[in-house]
């Protein structure tokens, strides 16, 4: 209230502070605010209240954005429906029977329903994209280094990215525009000037080559989800845009490859909870039994099973077989990629395999969890921007979500698409749960 | 150990004095209060990111140069993932397969015996907080509680690794003490043993002389004195010998020196030994460190202790003087400075690293602490040659110099150390002793010497031990002679 209060009398005294100036924000819970708790909702960060402000949350203070609360999420974003959080679920607003998504579900929900005009999630395998996807909003994942990592708890530091999740692709590009650019506090940040990304939104696609990523809409894919891309294809094509048809063969093992990467470095990413500085700790007869004790009860299962995982893809004897394969395969589809950009210069899929499923349908199937990420994973591995946009409805009023992706930085064209794929769209539906004034904005 | 042969390479830490730390911008100090020197990124706070500091980048390019390393253009960061609650992240961020310097060596000089000593690697890491057991003698098994200071965290720690050259404890107290002299000279840490910004891991093992295999090795921890050093490599190959030669297996394990018990003890056996996960730290962005730069730190290399010892040698400095100037850059330059004033050679050497270094160990001062400039010492080395003031009464000049109280020309005036020039006040004196002394006078008229230095001595406390004495002999041998 007191930001929303600063954010009044900065408009009553004239001053110009952003376009994002007075505007309800939403942060995923694993970005640090200070002053405000930020708990990965995790139990090992039960009432932990950072001293110091992430990069985009000072950025968007800074802009006259009104931080409204955080966003519930997979525990440390490990997960793709917002089920695995000590602090409890989170439903779809389109049907409360279905997940929104994850791991930035909360996000995702409190835009869809209206709770927040947009928010800030991260996307490590598509936890931007996805629940975008299944709450029928707008999620981008920018390039790998354009908005600054300092202060976002760090699930896989090589893939994780904050990025906007907003009702319109106008809107997203605002939010990215007032937290992207450099940060000396984060080594790997882009260095480059950042352009402004909103110039071709209006620019259409004549002309412009599409490419359909084999691999990702063939065999996996919901047939209502298949016809809704297929369907919006053929409105580009009437648009102007070239489409063809591009394969992008080792992207088959972009989710093998990724099962190792993310929980390698997750491993040690979350070491540092271990009950001797802040959050949880459970008492022990000796500093090991207390760090042992704190991880078993602070760490929720899925957190426990890739830490797990990723602990033993780097050990000794193991790490050539696993984590060094990985690698080499995310070299590969690297390659694939630059290549499929020399005929192309976007490259389109669905962005999830089905719209939301059932509250509880995947919890005891990791795999199956797991695939939910099987569109979105690429981007991660190759550090270029993709974004989702909603497309329509399935046959129980679930949203659909259209993916584009683009070369690293090629920003631009990314939101050139995407407004085109929203115009052509239409998409109007909302949410059962929506508020209604937010609807009418 | 006769028949055996030992060998021991030496893994050595230097924690460089940059203004900030390795990775973040608190300052580097020694002695704060705990936990004063920390911030989000060196207490390992969920979210907080590393930015690698260049200064620090440049002290390991000297040091790397120093020992002859090739550097490597383009170098990168890893991992070491374990437990230890003084290190916040759980994983230390160091270099693994690609350090930036590699493949150096450095000679070393025990009692006239020259080795070259192999360098694999100097590697950049930060250092680890420091853990407080308190209770139970200060180690961690039975504290009944422990404190975590952070203040050392993130330190920028440079790791050098030796090749297994040393056959010697005396040679490897000789190798850490040359590599403390070159640090020190570079001028990019105190090294300073006892308060931990250098220390030492010894790996060891012995073989039957001959034999081209290795031994198995075991590797003594966290030395931190040069004595220990020695003392605990002498220690491990003793040991070693005696387990060999009952018939058993030298063990692969980590063991502690103790300084009281003069002795090492086991710490973890290979089987407890960390497998440290290495990766590469998805935080940071490979360095590059191109031709220019490292032709940059080439350049601004100061002289190192090596060259200065050779130099001094041309300059007919003795050895042991030589050693202690290359030991200490800024006496040494001092005596640079003095000598291309114009000072003896000789004299400059004696006093710089016998009057001086005392002084300063006795008050313990720094050399810019004190008054001495280089023309003093010349002028006090003009006043010894020209006979206007004696060798003894030089030295205590020299501390009244050093104490602020003028040249050595007001100090001499003002303590009335100046010898008597004065021909005429000589020979008065001569002949006054002359005429007390007849006995002894008639002797040496007669050629017996052994009176001479009596009859010198008469003169010298006649004039209140401010005739020359050279001059003084002279004159009654004349007179004698006459």
Redesign the interface.
């Known amino acids: 209230m007191r930001g929303a209060e600063a954010a009044d009398a900065a408009f009553a005294a004239g001053e110009v502070q952003g376009p994002l100036q007075g505007i309800p924000v939403a942060l995923k819970d694993n970005?640090?605010t200070r002053g405000m708790p930020?708990t990965?909702s995790s139990k090992i960060?039960d009432g932990?209240e950072?001293?110091?402000d992430?990069t985009v949350a000072a950025r968007l203070r800074a802009g006259g954005a009104v931080i409204v609360g955080k966003t519930n999420l997979d525990e440390f974003a490990m997960g793709s429906s917002t089920e695995n959080s000590a602090y409890g679920p989170t439903f779809n607003p389109w049907d409360p029977a279905t997940v929104p998504g994850g791991s930035s579900g909360g996000s995702a929900a409190a835009v869809a329903a209206g709770t927040a005009l947009v928010a800030l999630g991260s996307d490590t395998g598509g936890s931007i994209r996805q629940p975008a996807s299944l709450c029928g909003i707008v999620g981008m994942k920018p390039t790998y280094g354009l908005v600054s990592?300092?202060?976002?708890?760090?699930f896989?530091?090589?893939l994780d990215q904050i990025g906007p999740m907003t009702r319109t692709v106008a809107d997203a590009v605002a939010l990215l525009e007032t937290v992207a650019g450099f940060d000396?506090?984060?080594?790997?940040s882009y260095r480059g000037e950042v352009p402004s990304f909103g110039r071709s939104l209006e620019a259409g696609v004549a002309g412009l080559r599409i490419g359909v990523v084999t691999e990702l809409t063939s065999e996996g894919i919901d047939s209502q989800v298949l016809g809704a891309v297929t369907s919006m294809l053929d409105d580009l094509a009437e648009a102007g845009a070239d489409i063809s048809e591009v394969s992008l063969p080792s992207t088959t093992y972009g989710l093998p490859a990724y099962y190792l990467i993310a929980p390698?470095?997750c491993?040690?990413n979350l070491?540092?909870?271990?009950g001797?500085?802040?959050g949880l700790r459970v008492e022990g007869e000796t500093?090991?039994e207390m760090?042992a004790r704190t991880r078993a009860e602070g760490f929720g299962p899925e957190v426990v099973r890739r830490v797990l995982l990723g602990?033993y893809a780097?050990?000794?004897g193991y790490?050539d077989a696993f984590?060094g394969r990985a690698l080499r395969v995310r070299t590969l589809i690297r390659r694939d990629f630059e290549r499929a950009y020399e005929d192309v210069d976007v490259l389109v899929s669905p962005t999830s395999p089905t719209t939301a499923f059932a509250v509880g349908e995947r919890a005891a199937d990791p795999l199956a969890m797991y695939y939910s990420d099987v569109c979105t994973i690429p981007s991660n591995l190759t550090g270029d921007p993709g974004i989702s946009v909603p497309i329509g409805v399935d046959d129980a009023g679930l949203p659909i979500g259209f993916q584009v992706m683009a070369p690293a930085l090629e920003e631009e064209r990314l939101f050139r698409v995407a407004a085109e794929v929203e115009r052509l769209a239409a998409f109007s539906a909302r949410p059962a749960l929506a508020t209604s004034e937010v609807v009418a904005s | 150990m006769s028949g055996w042969e030992a060998v021991v390479g030496i893994e050595t830490h230097v924690e460089l004095q940059t203004a900030s730390k390795m990775f973040c911008g608190c300052p580097v100090v020694f002695g704060a209060e705990p936990n004063t020197t920390t911030c989000?990124v060196c207490?390992?706070?969920?979210?907080?990111?590393?930015?690698?500091n260049e200064e620090a980048i440049e002290g390991i390019l000297r040091i790397g140069t120093a020992l002859d390393c090739e550097i490597a253009e383009h170098s990168v960061f890893h991992?070491k993932?374990y437990?230890y609650?003084d290190l916040?992240?759980?994983?230390q961020i160091s270099q693994y397969d690609v350090p930036i310097c590699h493949d150096g060596s450095v000679e070393i000089d025990v009692d006239g015996d020259a080795s070259v000593i192999g360098i694999t690697r100097v590697h950049m890491e930060e250092d680890t907080g420091k853990s407080i057991h308190v209770g139970e003698g200060g180690r961690?098994h039975g504290a009944e509680h422990?404190l975590?200071d952070f203040n050392r965290s993130g330190v920028p720690l440079v790791e050098i690794v030796s090749e297994p050259d040393l056959r010697s404890p005396e040679q490897a107290r000789e190798y850490g003490a040359e590599l403390q002299r070159i640090v020190r000279a570079l001028g990019v840490s105190d090294v300073r043993l006892e308060e931990g910004s250098m220390r030492f891991d010894a790996n060891i093992s012995v073989r039957r002389a001959g034999d081209v295999e290795y031994g198995t090795r075991t590797e003594v921890k966290n030395v931190n004195s040069l004595r220990s050093l020695q003392r605990a490599i002498a220690h491990e190959i003793e040991r070693q010998i005696g387990v060999l030669e009952s018939g058993e297996p030298v063990v692969q394990e980590t063991r502690h020196w103790s300084e009281d018990l003069g002795a090492t003890t086991l710490m973890r056996s290979k089987e407890e030994s960390e497998?440290y996960?290495?990766?590469l730290e998805?935080?940071?962005?490979p360095m590059r460190v191109d031709a220019s730069w490292q032709a940059r730190v080439r350049e601004a290399l100061p002289e190192l202790p090596a060259a200065r010892r050779a130099r001094y040698k041309g300059l007919g400095v003795d050895r042991r003087t030589a050693a202690v100037l290359a030991a200490a850059p800024d006496i040494a330059d001092l005596f640079d400075a003095a000598v291309s004033a114009g000072a003896d050679v000789r004299l400059s050497g004696i006093w710089v690293t016998g009057e001086l270094v005392a002084y300063l160990r006795a008050g313990d001062r720094a050399l810019d602490e004190t008054a001495v400039e280089p023309d003093h010492l010349a002028e006090l080395s003009a006043m010894v040659t020209g006979g206007r003031l004696s060798a003894t009464a030089a030295k205590e000049v020299l501390g009244g110099v050093l104490d602020g109280d003028g040249s050595p020309g007001e100090v001499a005036a003002a303590r009335d150390l100046l010898q008597i020039t004065d021909a005429g006040a000589i020979e008065s004196a001569v002949a006054a002793v002359i005429g007390e002394h007849a006995d002894a006078f008639a002797k040496l008229r007669e050629g017996d010497e052994k009176v001479l230095g009596f009859l010198v001595g008469q003169v010298m406390r006649a004039t209140g031990g401010k005739a020359d004495p050279r001059q003084v002999s002279e004159l009654l041998r004349s007179k004698a002679g006459g």
Do not use: Q, W
Request: proline share 14%; charged share 15%.
């Open positions: 970005m640090c930020t990965c960060l932990y950072p001293p110091y992430a990592r300092y202060g976002l708890i760090a896989a530091s090589s000396p506090l984060d080594a790997t390698a470095e491993s040690a070491a540092r909870f271990d001797v500085r802040y500093t090991e760090m602990t780097l050990s000794a790490y984590y | 989000p207490l390992g706070l969920p979210g907080a990111m590393p930015v690698p991992r993932n437990f609650p916040p992240k759980n994983y961690i422990s975590v497998d996960r290495y990766f998805p935080d940071l962005v």
